[in-house]
C-alpha cells in the first residue's frame, strides 16, 4: 500500500493550496481517509477526514471553514482545499487511511503517507 502526498509548498498568509493523496494497493473506497498535520516535536493532530462514500466530513476545530477534503474513488484520490492559510498551518501534512470508516484518531489509521510540508509566510 502506497499513499503519496503532493500539492505542498510555500504561499504567503491569506493564500490557498490544494494538497492531493493518490493511493495505491489498496481497494481505496474501503477507506475512510485523513489528512493529519505535524509540527516540529509535536505529535500529529487531526485536520480533517471524509468517510468511504465522502458522503461525511470531519473537520478540526482550527481549520473548519477554511478546508475542504474531498475524494474520487475512481481516481484513488483524496484531496485538501485550503484556503487563508495562516502561519499556525506551517506543517507536514499527511494523509492516512483507516479501515472501513474515518475517525479523527491517528492511532486507528492502518496506513500513512510520507508527508508533505506546507510553509506559510507571514
Known amino acids: 500500500v502506497q499513499l503519496e502526498e503532493s500539492g505542498g509548498g510555500l504561499v504567503q498568509g491569506g493564500g490557498s493550496l490544494r494538497l492531493s493523496c493518490i493511493a495505491s494497493g489498496l481497494v481505496f473506497s474501503y477507506y475512510g481517509m485523513g489528512w493529519f498535520r505535524q509540527y516540529p516535536g509535536k505529535e500529529r493532530e487531526f485536520v480533517a477526514g471524509?468517510?468511504?462514500?465522502?458522503?461525511?466530513?470531519y473537520y478540526a476545530d482550527s481549520v473548519k471553514g477554511r478546508s475542504t477534503i474531498s475524494r474520487d474513488n475512481a481516481k484513488n484520490t483524496v484531496w485538501l482545499q485550503m484556503n487563508n492559510l495562516k502561519p499556525e498551518d506551517t506543517a507536514v501534512y499527511y494523509c492516512?487511511?483507516?479501515?472501513?470508516?474515518?475517525?479523527?484518531?491517528?492511532?486507528?489509521?492502518?496506513?500513512w503517507g510520507q508527508g508533505t510540508q506546507v510553509t506559510v509566510s507571514s
Open positions: 492516512a487511511a483507516n479501515y472501513f470508516r474515518a475517525t479523527t484518531s491517528g492511532n486507528e489509521y492502518d496506513y
Open positions: 471524509i468517510s468511504r462514500e465522502g458522503y461525511t466530513t
